[in-house]
């Protein structure tokens, strides 16, 4: 078997402040090419688990962690968030918070921009994006003017185009409608079918 992108072993973590744990105990192995999905009611400890997984955790949120995280063999605690980055794709359950830009081809390449890629290979990325996931219609626009499942849309085409190792989405239905949550299982078809062994 090929080896995990996510490993989390035994993970107890709580947010500074708090009284209780968000997490007690939490194990799982993430390989190549599964889809894993964390059900749970409100307030369980499914976003934590994804602040994890993407290094928000320990990096952003202060609180106590035990236990040991890895993405791509990469302790997480011990691993700069610039190593991270290129490694896990992140798409937030409110797109509009992970938004950098105002029009959808520089959110679309704002991630290869900043891991300072060749233009050429941008390109490449851009063009293979749009066409994979079939948005050119969502191409030089505002992205205040799209619909929420467009904008998730391009917030997943921006994750798409830096070919992460580990994709980590956050609650993605939550706010769709049901032409959005078939586009959304479309892209996470077609990023498992794309989904590398490293």
């Given amino acids: 078997m090929s080896k995990s992108v996510l490993t989390i072993r035994n993970v107890t973590y709580r947010y500074d402040g708090c009284d209780e744990n968000s997490l007690a105990g939490i194990s799982l192995a993430v390989h190549p090419g599964e889809c894993v ?76 921009e900043n891991a300072g890629l060749p233009r050429q290979e941008m390109q ?32 997943c085409a921006g994750v798409y185009a830096m070919e992460p190792e580990l994709l980590v989405l956050d609650e993605p239905s939550s706010n769709l409608d049901d032409v959005a949550i078939d586009h959304l299982r479309e892209f996470l078809l077609l990023a498992k079918s794309m989904a590398r062994r490293f």
């Fill in 37 to 112: 999905v964390l059900t749970g009611a409100s307030g369980c400890g499914k976003t934590t688990l994804t602040r994890i997984a993407n290094g928000l955790i320990p990096h952003f949120y202060e609180g106590t962690m035990e236990g040991e995280a890895q993405v791509c063999g990469h302790e997480i605690t011990d691993t700069p968030p610039h190593v991270l980055s290129p490694l896990v794709g992140s798409v937030f359950q409110n797109p509009r918070s992970q938004f950098f830009n105002t029009d959808t081809d520089s959110e679309i390449v704002f991630g290869m």
């Fill in 124 to 155: 490449r990325r851009y063009t293979n994006t749009t066409q994979r996931l079939d948005i050119a219609h969502l191409c030089g626009r505002n992205v205040y003017e799209l619909s929420g499942g467009q904008k998730q849309m391009v917030a």
